[in-house]
């Protein structure tokens, strides 16, 4: 499996504290996907998959995924300490609504994080009156005080804002705040999600949504650019984030039929190498296409420090 591989997404956990309208755990942030299995990897799981010899051409390893916070997995710490152990030089990162566990927890990832390269992303959309419209259930006070927390250790924090109709007045007063906070980066994001949550109610885009033709968009493939894979929390392996994502998702099912015609295992095996002449999926062409990729969903980067 990790043959050739050069950067490992990894998605260690399902469980997550927010009900998110625009994410795929969950019904418009109303009830569980049922498609969705509750579960975190173990230690166990990567010393037996990820043994220390098989990740050595391994450059990069970072938590996210699709349906759960990196920080709900239980023994992520742990996870990350052996994975450290293993190639001292591993880039480790990981993406989190940062509502979740303490201040404790977060200097200890802060610790374990103090690679040149390692880093985590926290995903804020707004201040404490307007994170929770997107956020649901996080808040806002706590994810500061772990920010706070994680930052202390001199570990690199990154802001990520998705804007709304509802915090886009709010833009600079966010940066300035990340930039007195000690964030590394502040990054400005748009979702592009709108084709497949139509019904999503009390959020409007930050500018009106115009529908997308992606038929005619020739995706530059993730797969083959960064020589990557995808794992999920049930250590299933998939090509990309996005095929997985698109996959299990009860909200806008029709669009995805073209990749439900291959099972789980199918589709690594013929599309794990990158698309390599394949006719692209309805995701390929919008999250990696070449007219509208996924990456123009952020409008602004900047670095703070």
Not at 235 to 256: D, M, Q, S, V
Request: with cysteine; glycine share 6%; aromatic share 12%.
């Amino acid at each position: 499996m990790l043959d050739n591989i050069k950067e490992i997404h990894i998605e260690p956990t399902s469980v997550c504290n927010a009900s998110c309208p625009m994410c795929a755990r969950n019904i418009y942030g109303k009830v569980l996907n049922p498609y969705i299995t509750l579960k975190s990897l173990d230690l166990a799981w990567f010393e037996n998959n990820l043994p220390s010899e098989k990740i050595q051409h391994v450059n990069k390893i970072f938590f996210c995924g699709t349906v759960g916070d990196p920080a709900a997995c239980p023994q992520l710490l742990d996870i990350i300490q052996y994975l450290k152990k293993s190639k001292p030089d591993l880039v480790v990162g990981l993406n989190t609504n940062g509502g979740l566990k303490n201040t404790l927890w977060w200097s200890k990832l802060g610790h374990l994080l103090n690679g040149p390269l390692d880093y985590c992303v926290f995903s804020i959309d707004g201040l404490k009156d307007t994170n929770h419209l997107y956020r649901k259930n996080v808040k806002w006070e706590k994810v500061i005080q772990n920010a706070k927390a994680f930052i202390s250790t001199g570990a690199s924090a990154h802001w990520d804002m998705l804007c709304f109709e509802h915090n886009k007045h709010q833009t600079e007063e966010i940066r300035t705040l990340a930039k007195q906070l000690g964030f590394v980066f502040f990054r400005l994001k748009e979702s592009d999600r709108w084709d497949t949550y139509t019904e999503v109610q009390n959020l409007k885009p930050a500018v009106p949504y115009q529908k997308i033709d992606y038929n005619d968009a020739q995706p530059i493939c993730e797969i083959e650019r960064d020589q990557s894979v995808f794992i999920d929390y049930l250590g299933r392996t998939w090509p990309c984030c996005h095929i997985a994502e698109a996959y299990f998702n009860k909200i806008g099912y029709a669009l995805h039929n073209d990749i439900r015609k291959h099972s789980i295992k199918e589709l690594y095996e013929q599309y794990g190498k990158g698309l390599l002449g394949r006719e692209p999926f309805y995701i390929c062409r919008r999250a990696c296409g070449d007219s509208k990729p996924k990456v123009s969903q952020f409008k602004k980067i900047e670095r703070l420090k």
